[in-house]
């Protein structure tokens, strides 16, 4: 089985400010890997797809980049619309989700 | 637009068969995979397994021995059949839909068991 970890587990930025959350795979996984949003309350909503490919209608604010085991994703400017749980998760085999990391406004 | 809308009971007790049903409006069940999604209160996202149209299915390897699903494409449809329920599967389950990148998603449903 491939494990997907995340760091951190929850940060808190101001608005304006560069995110970023990182996301490590147990195994080379290529470029098999997507990261969601998910508001409170909401169902995961896909925003980067294959590690760095913005999905449709998703605001340019959001980007990814990696391959291999080792992934990033950032937030270059941090919006109140953006407090949410992140997830990365890998497609090499099956499927794993990482554990999240909740972002929060400071 | 696709859309999935889970429905099943929100109550099963110990032991007992989880079901639930997605289904699918607004395009095609034909040619897609599949998925079930679950997630405990407070939790994060544990993938269940998926299931392409033609039937073809992979399970998570925790829960394998416990999951089935089906599809139905005359009625636009797939199910969740997870046996022998325990107070740890409580979880609000969402199914959704694809290959690689999950681009659509129910609503999600809560299943408690108890």
């Known amino acids: 089985d491939i494990q997907m970890t995340q760091s951190p587990s929850s940060l808190s930025a101001s608005v304006g400010d560069r995110v970023t959350i990182t996301c490590q795979a147990s195994?080379?996984?290529?470029?098999?890997l997507n990261w969601y949003q998910q508001k409170p309350g909401k169902s995961p909503t896909l925003l980067i797809y294959d590690a760095s490919n913005l999905e449709r209608g998703v605001p340019s604010r959001f980007s990814g980049s990696g391959s291999g085991t080792d992934f990033t994703f950032t937030i270059s400017s941090l919006q109140p619309e953006d407090i949410a749980t992140y997830y990365c998760q890998q497609y090499y085999n099956l499927f794993t989700f990482g554990p999240g990391t909740k972002v929060e406004i400071k | 637009q696709v859309q999935l809308q889970e429905s099943g009971p929100g109550l099963v007790k110990p032991s007992e068969t989880l079901s639930l049903t997605c289904t699918v409006s607004g395009g095609s069940i034909s040619s897609y995979w599949w998925t079930w999604i679950r997630q405990p209160a407070g939790k994060g996202l544990e993938w269940i397994g998926r299931?392409?149209?033609?039937?073809?299915?992979n399970y998570n390897p925790s829960l394998k021995s416990r999951v089935t699903m089906s599809v139905d494409t005359s009625k636009n449809q797939f199910s969740l059949r997870l046996n022998s329920v325990t107070a740890a599967d409580t979880a609000v389950y969402y199914c959704a839909r694809g290959t690689s990148g999950l681009d659509y998603w129910g609503q999600g449903t809560l299943v408690t068991v108890s």
């Open positions: 299931i392409y149209s033609s039937g073809s299915t």
């Open positions: 195994q080379d996984i290529y470029i098999f």
